[in-house]
């Protein structure tokens, strides 16, 4: 198996060179040559293993460039009780009749983008010294939030790797920013820019591209990589926990082998239901993949009409993790469905670029409907629902998979489709509590950050996640905060460049 780019499809390299490349050069993502398959057999025989165990099964497929031993190293630094507050990883839960929450947020971070972080590190450096590069990885990072802690907790004390990660002074909130401040280890710098989002983005997309720094890097034996989530190394992990799940499912006699299910994902960036879709095409049963959206419904509009148009005010939500109007994954999705048509890639999302629109063919979008179902729904629907899950099951849902429980509650009244269905859970309910507590409330918590847990903590009845509890006491080891025109002396300074 190679690796080729969805706007390029003569591109023709190794699954370690995607994953240190991250993106193609002219743009396109990085895909798999083919599809592997699992056979209903191989996916039995999954339940009997632990999940790294199985992460290594599925891993075998799709990295076959690594050894066995290469694949084991990552998978158990990765997925073990040193970083999981359970020896599943991925936990499923039984919500009500034939309905299953996987939820995937027993990480330090507790969120779900810990299941690639954590080995993204481990895949990386196993990729540099694969290819012979032998230089140290530097990881810049720009985050609103969610993604940097992740990335800095993935990252922290891994060999022959350095993290930087700048957030905006004012644009996350005071646990985030706690989370970021305190981070241990000897290879991380977090810093503070004074302005938004945008400006540590431009920031990094700056020092990373310019070429005065890069031959700096170069001649230091350094080179500069990233976590974003159009990397393959953040892909591939995803896939596991779905097919890990059915196995799961199996075994406790929920379902039987070969019954299809649905699948419902909380979309922002369309990297984790693109997982499920290659799941189901490697020969796990599924019925349909449901993406569900907040009020930036893009996702929602695209599915049911075939026009993608991101031409809209953005909305800022409960659900901050899927306030997001150009989702980056959907490109290898359409490059599989449009019968790997490299050219037709590059029309459309060239048309993105310049337009920010673009409509696909009605065979695509033909093919699209077969697969997935689109939902949405709005802030006052999400609170709503949280409520009743809490009041009814004792079930404690954080915003983003109250949104997906919404809409697969809307799909199931429309359709009346008694499909067994596993929704994916993607934030532990203490990450968003200020929300989670007015949901169930009725009205805005007046209290700080702590309070909100503990009093999280006596409503749900669930253990206050160990990393967020121990915040409260740990020093804080970064509180610099510099003007967007010093980021790129900042980096070097850090590098001793
Ligand atoms: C990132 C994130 C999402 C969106 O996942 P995508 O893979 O970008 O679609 C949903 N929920 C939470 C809590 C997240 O952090």
């Known amino acids: 198996?190679?690796?080729?780019?969805?706007?390029?499809?003569?591109?023709?390299?190794?699954?370690?060179?995607?994953?240190?490349?991250?993106?193609?050069?002219?743009?396109g993502l990085f895909v798999p040559s083919e599809i592997p398959s699992i056979t209903m057999d191989?996916?039995?025989?999954?339940?009997?293993?632990?999940?790294?165990?199985?992460?290594a099964f599925v891993f075998s497929k799709?990295?076959?460039d690594f050894t066995e031993a290469e694949i084991r190293y990552c998978t158990d630094n990765a997925y073990s009780t040193k970083n999981f507050a359970t020896e599943n990883i991925?936990?499923?839960?039984?919500?009500?009749?034939?309905?299953?929450?996987?939820?995937?947020?027993?990480?330090?971070?507790?969120?779900?983008?810990?299941?690639?972080?954590?080995?993204?590190?481990?895949?990386?450096?196993?990729?540099?010294?694969?290819?012979?590069?032998?230089?140290?990885?530097?990881?810049l990072v720009a985050t609103s939030g969610?993604?940097?802690?992740?990335?800095?907790?993935?990252?922290?004390?891994?060999?022959?790797?350095?993290?930087m990660v700048f957030y905006p002074q004012d644009g996350v909130s005071a646990m985030q920013k706690r989370q970021m401040t305190t981070q241990d280890g000897e290879n991380v710098k977090v810093c503070a820019i004074k302005g938004n989002f945008d400006d540590c983005q431009n920031g990094v997309k700056a020092i990373f591209t310019n070429e005065e720094i890069k031959q700096k890097l170069d001649d230091a034996g350094m080179m500069f990589s990233s976590a974003n989530s159009i990397n393959w190394g953040r892909l591939a992990p995803q896939i596991i926990y779905y097919i890990s799940s059915y196995a799961e499912l199996v075994k406790d006699g929920e379902i039987n082998a070969g019954d299809k299910i649905n699948i419902v994902v909380p979309t922002g960036n369309f990297g984790n239901i693109l997982a499920a879709y290659y799941a189901k095409n490697m020969g796990m049963p599924v019925n349909k993949l449901i993406c569900a959206s907040n009020s930036n419904k893009v996702l929602t509009?695209?599915?049911?009409?075939?026009?993608?148009?991101?031409?809209?005010?953005?909305?800022?939500?409960?659900?901050?993790?899927?306030?997001?109007?150009i989702s980056s994954n959907l490109e290898r999705l359409l490059y599989l469905i449009s019968g790997e048509n490299d050219a037709q890639i590059r029309e459309w999302f060239g048309a993105l670029a310049q337009t920010g629109r673009y409509e696909v063919s009605d065979d695509v979008k033909a093919k699209l409907k077969a697969d997935f179902v689109g939902g949405f729904c709005d802030d006052v629907q999400t609170k709503a629902v949280i409520k009743?899950?809490?009041?009814?099951?004792s079930?404690?849902?954080?915003?983003?998979?109250?949104?997906?429980?919404?809409?697969y509650q809307d799909y199931k009244a429309e359709t009346g489709d008694m499909t067994k269905t596993l929704i994916a859970s993607t934030a532990s309910p203490y990450k968003f509590s200020s929300s989670v507590l007015e949901a169930i409330e009725g009205q805005v918590p007046q209290m700080d950050e702590y309070d909100m847990v503990d009093k999280l903590n006596k409503l749900s009845g669930y253990a206050i996640p160990a990393s967020l509890a121990e915040l409260k006491d740990k020093e804080i080891r970064f509180s610099e905060s510099i003007a967007k025109e010093e980021q790129k002396d900042y980096v070097l300074k850090a590098l001793s460049l």
């Open 1 to 27: 198996m190679f690796y080729k780019s969805t706007r390029d499809s003569s591109v023709k390299i190794s699954a370690a060179q995607a994953i240190v490349q991250g993106i193609s050069a002219e743009g």
């Open 62 to 64: 799709y990295l076959t």
């Open 146 to 163: 969610d993604t940097g802690k992740a990335a800095l907790e993935g990252f922290a004390d891994v060999p022959g790797t350095e993290i």
């Open 395 to 407: 079930y404690t849902l954080d915003t983003h998979s109250a949104v997906a429980v919404k809409v």
């Open 301 to 325: 509009d695209f599915i049911n009409t075939g026009i993608y148009d991101r031409n809209r005010d953005f909305i800022t939500t409960i659900s901050p993790s899927m306030d997001i109007l």
């Open 90 to 139: 991925a936990e499923i839960s039984h919500l009500f009749d034939g309905t299953y929450v996987l939820e995937l947020w027993h990480g330090p971070t507790c969120a779900f983008k810990d299941m690639a972080l954590q080995i993204l590190p481990y895949l990386l450096t196993t990729s540099v010294k694969k290819i012979e590069l032998n230089k140290k990885v530097v990881i």
């Open 388 to 393: 009743e899950i809490y009041d009814k099951y």
């Open 42 to 55: 191989e996916i039995l025989k999954l339940g009997d293993m632990s999940y790294s165990e199985r992460a």
